[in-house]
């Protein structure tokens, strides 16, 4: 069975493949189309699709990334039906919108995150040793104490990276299908589940200020990462404030690592 998918392009309209029909929401209008009436879909590659009609009518739509484009052609075509209406346009209903509608607006894919973590911790202790051996023992004071703003800068200094790692992945290739609420973790997190373009069923953590039925963009190559509210205003902020108190505890754990070796 193919999942309903929504495809949102770069002007934030939006074009909804759900039921018995498509649905093609813009600033001015809602158009409804009957999968009756659709004859055919198609990209070139690009992330435009286009949605021809039994009476050769064409709607052109942004599908935001050539990826989502791709995956919704072909969600589309398998759910087109067997027998068509050759009335085309003449079932095709188009409400205007006024006022405009104004659209709403994880995990990094790194190699060897493991073994790099390893290499660190192993190095970091060989430090210590090191400094207890050249110098006296209370030096290694200087090192366990940077332990707390290492760890801590570094965290955040990998959460502002990450952010901003997902953002660009699911604004190349993401793609937007509906969720809907599953349950509450042991934290009351609301944790939600949608089902990807293979089928698949996922599930994933949102907030509290999301409903019960709500939108998520996923990384078709890496379905754990997801965004329930793709912004790059609020990426940026997100990544700017990580940085702005992970990097001053980073370089200062790191200054306390290495100070006894500027020591008399």
Not at 47 to 59: G, Y
Not at 78 to 84: F, M, T, V, Y
Request: net charge negative.
């Amino acid at each position: 069975m193919v999942s309903a998918q929504i495809l949102v392009g770069g002007d934030g309209a939006e074009t909804v493949l759900e039921g018995g029909g498509l649905r093609l929401i813009d600033r001015r209008a809602r158009t409804e189309i009957p999968l009756a009436v659709v004859q055919e879909a198609r990209t070139g590659g690009g992330h435009h699709v286009e949605i021809v009609l039994t009476d050769c009518a064409v709607h052109r739509v942004d599908g935001g990334n050539p990826t989502a484009a791709a995956a919704f052609v072909t969600a589309l075509t398998s759910a087109l039906p067997e027998r068509r209406d050759p009335a085309g346009s003449a079932r095709v209903m188009v409400t205007p919108l006024t006022p405009p509608a104004e659209p709403e607006t994880t995990r990094m894919p790194f190699d060897g995150v493991r073994a790099t973590l390893l290499a660190i911790l192993l190095a970091y202790v060989g430090n210590m040793i090191g400094v207890g051996v050249v110098y006296e023992a209370g030096a290694i004071i200087f090192p366990l104490v940077a332990v707390l703003p290492l760890f801590l800068g570094a965290a955040l200094q990998f959460a502002a990276v990450q952010k901003t790692w997902v953002y660009r992945a699911l604004k190349e290739r993401g793609i937007t299908v509906p969720a809907h609420f599953a349950h509450r973790n042991k934290n009351g997190a609301p944790v939600y589940r949608f089902t990807s373009a293979d089928g698949v069923e996922h599930l994933a953590q949102g907030s509290s200020t999301l409903g019960p039925e709500t939108r998520v963009v996923y990384d078709p190559d890496s379905p754990l990462d997801y965004s329930f509210e793709l912004s790059a205003r609020s990426t940026a902020l997100s990544a700017f404030f990580h940085t702005l108190f992970g990097l001053p505890l980073l370089v200062g754990g790191v200054a306390l690592a290495v100070l006894p070796y500027f020591l008399d």
